[in-house]
């Protein structure tokens, strides 16, 4: 886990809550992973589309993690701290006990998840009113942001959770409350999932317009009234009992957070780019889009000035770096949907029985299996009769339509290890194509991209990594470190320090370029040919709903 340390160095943890597991690193001024760490977090699915999580469990993977990253160094070195975490929902009492999200009453269980979809009715009812706050999530709310599930609660669990309630927490707000004792909100949060702005702040008209007027007869006590720019010290950094906690000396600098997916474009997007002849070498910072693919993927790019992309989440002033607009694509299912389509496929076994025993991860052996399988063609070419719409969990940019589902087109009766590579393959090129369709749409209002900057676990799969290329037709810039999360949480942890002026400081000599890959152009007309295909299917499915509806 450690790799060797020079002792004299000033060192930065960076904390990063995922759907599944809790990681922290520790970091150096050069951004370079010195050791890190990482431990499961459970999730509950009660029922469909309820995903729950428990903030004491998620809380004590943190603290294992840190104390495992910190240990063997020389604690007065490490100067800050910072979170990020998924933008799920926390709720406690008004003694910060957790209160149960559900109707069995497990209190532990009082996190609903970031890609939790149960307020589904609400949000639709949110949607409706067509209040000017939408305008700032691409003109239609997500079913997977805050206020939609507060309103559920509201109206499904009133008595035991709405009416006890002290603070609702999005995560990456609670564990910096966990870490100072100081209930102050990231800018990052509020904006992107609550609906605040940096010049009006809270709206009381949308919140009394959709039924949550309670939040503003408390003057937003419960969902926050004092407001921090991420990176900004929080309090007096650790309290006793949270340094205790995490192994870490009491009073260290903590950093207002940010959403797991904002750390991660934070940790790749400002690098320096010298002498990697790219197109983007010599160009502002907003000719960049930072893709960070786990679970699920995110679209993040920026711009000077406001720019509204219809189905695009933004823009959102200092969201995720101070002074320019963010605006965010994403894709509700990515890492999740080539996991499901691969161990659901009757040919999965073999799959795990062949990759275990040549010692590869089952997604190398894939891999090699179609560079097998090719011949002569270029790989991508396999798929010339396969095609797939990704939106098995529906789709969030550029469309956001919820009620979008998966579908595959070119199924035979084989079903061999062929044929889950096939399908496999086409999984990817899917998302890569969904990739294509949020950028040409960010293009078509405003933005200027011209490269593309990954991070996240989908980014160590190198064909995923060239599928983006070939299919967006845009060159891929790989950080340095893997975990560039991680070094964005990091970075928040050396701005709160002190030891640099700026964010955007800190990014530039914390954020590394490792490897860069090209788009293959001579398939440029293969990959038109099949985003043609991609944009027929959802057409198509349209088609047949209104058939089917017409019933």
């Known amino acids: 886990m450690h790799s060797k340390k020079q002792t004299p160095e000033k060192y930065y943890v960076g904390i990063d809550v995922g759907s599944a597991s809790v990681r922290a690193a520790l970091v150096d001024g050069f951004g370079t992973v010195i050791a890190h760490a990482e431990q499961p977090i459970q999730i509950w699915e009660p029922q469909a589309e309820h995903y729950e999580q428990s903030s004491a469990d998620i809380w004590a993977a943190c603290?294992?993690?840190?104390?495992?990253?910190?240990?063997?160094?020389?604690?007065?070195?490490?100067?800050?701290?910072?979170?990020?975490?998924?933008?799920?929902?926390?709720?406690?009492?008004?003694?910060?006990?957790?209160?149960?999200?559900?109707?069995?009453?497990?209190?532990?269980?009082?996190?609903?998840?970031?890609?939790?979809?149960?307020?589904?009715?609400?949000?639709?009812?949110?949607?409706?009113?067509?209040?000017?706050?939408?305008?700032?999530?691409?003109?239609?709310?997500?079913?997977?942001?805050?206020?939609?599930?507060l309103l559920w609660i509201k109206e499904n669990l009133q008595e035991s959770c709405w009416e006890k309630a002290g603070h609702f927490f999005d995560l990456p707000d609670f564990l910096s409350w966990k870490a100072t004792g100081v209930t102050a909100r990231s800018l990052c949060t509020v904006v992107c999932k609550w609906t605040y702005t940096s010049d009006k702040g809270?709206?009381?008209?949308?919140?009394?317009?959709?039924?949550?007027?309670?939040?503003?007869?408390?003057?937003?006590?419960?969902?926050?009234?004092?407001?921090?720019?991420?990176?900004?010290?929080v309090g007096k950094g650790l309290t006793p009992e949270a340094a205790k906690d995490l192994g870490l000396p009491e009073g260290i600098a903590v950093a207002a957070s940010l959403i797991d997916a904002h750390a991660g474009g934070l940790g790749v997007i400002g690098a320096d780019?010298?002498?990697?002849?790219?197109?983007?070498?010599?160009?502002?910072?907003t000719s960049r889009v930072a893709m960070i693919c786990g679970?699920?993927?995110?679209?993040?790019?920026?711009?000077?000035?406001?720019?509204?992309?219809?189905?695009?989440?933004?823009?959102?002033?200092?969201?995720?770096?101070?002074?320019?607009?963010?605006?965010?694509?994403?894709?509700?299912?990515?890492?999740?949907?080539?996991?499901?389509?691969?161990?659901?496929?009757?040919?999965?076994?073999?799959l795990q029985a062949k990759a275990a025993a040549s010692a590869h991860s089952i997604y190398t052996?894939?891999?090699?299996?179609?560079?097998?399988?090719?011949?002569?063609?270029?790989?991508?070419?396999?798929?010339?009769?396969?095609?797939?719409?990704?939106?098995?969990?529906?789709?969030?940019?550029?469309?956001?339509?919820?009620?979008?589902?998966?579908?595959?087109?070119?199924?035979?009766?084989?079903?061999?290890?062929?044929?889950?590579?096939?399908?496999?393959?086409?999984?990817?090129?899917?998302i890569a194509l969904g990739t294509r369709h949020i950028l040409e749409t960010m293009q078509a209002a405003g933005h200027h991209i011209n490269t593309l900057f990954l991070c996240g676990g989908l980014s160590k799969n190198p064909l995923f990594v060239q599928m983006h290329a070939d299919i967006t037709g845009k060159p891929v810039v790989l950080?340095?470190?893997?975990?560039a999360v991680l070094v964005g949480a990091a970075i928040l942890g050396a701005c709160a320090s002190g030891d640099f002026a700026s964010i955007q400081e800190a990014m530039a000599k914390m954020g590394k370029v490792g490897r860069v890959v090209q788009p293959n152009h001579e398939h440029k007309r293969f990959y038109d040919k099949k985003y043609e295909v991609f944009l027929k299917l959802v057409e198509h499915q349209r088609e047949y709903r209104s058939i089917m509806d017409s019933f």
Not at 80 to 90: E, I, N, Q, Y
Not at 202 to 226: A, C, P
């Open 63 to 149: 603290c294992s993690v840190t104390k495992k990253v910190v240990s063997g160094v020389d604690a007065s070195h490490i100067r800050g701290v910072g979170f990020d975490a998924t933008c799920s929902l926390v709720v406690v009492d008004k003694q910060f006990q957790p209160l149960a999200v559900n109707c069995e009453g497990q209190n532990y269980r009082n996190v609903i998840m970031w890609m939790d979809h149960r307020a589904v009715s609400q949000v639709e009812r949110i949607n409706a009113t067509q209040h000017r706050v939408l305008s700032y999530v691409g003109g239609v709310m997500s079913v997977e942001m805050q206020p939609p599930k």
């Open 365 to 430: 052996y894939l891999n090699s299996h179609l560079d097998l399988i090719k011949k002569s063609l270029p790989v991508g070419f396999l798929t010339v009769d396969l095609h797939v719409w990704p939106d098995f969990h529906g789709n969030r940019s550029p469309l956001t339509d919820l009620t979008l589902k998966g579908m595959v087109v070119g199924l035979t009766l084989s079903q061999g290890l062929d044929e889950l590579a096939l399908i496999y393959l086409a999984t990817i090129q899917a």
């Open 273 to 285: 780019v010298k002498g990697h002849n790219l197109p983007c070498e010599n160009q502002p910072i």
């Open 202 to 233: 809270w709206d009381d008209s949308f919140w009394k317009m959709i039924g949550l007027e309670d939040l503003v007869e408390d003057k937003y006590e419960k969902i926050g009234n004092r407001i921090l720019s991420p990176g900004e010290s």
């Open 295 to 350: 679970t699920s993927s995110c679209h993040m790019g920026v711009s000077e000035t406001p720019i509204f992309v219809p189905g695009v989440w933004g823009p959102y002033f200092s969201a995720m770096v101070p002074g320019l607009w963010l605006n965010e694509g994403g894709q509700s299912a990515t890492g999740k949907l080539i996991d499901h389509v691969v161990r659901g496929h009757v040919a999965f076994p073999e």
């Open 479 to 483: 950080s340095k470190e893997v975990e």
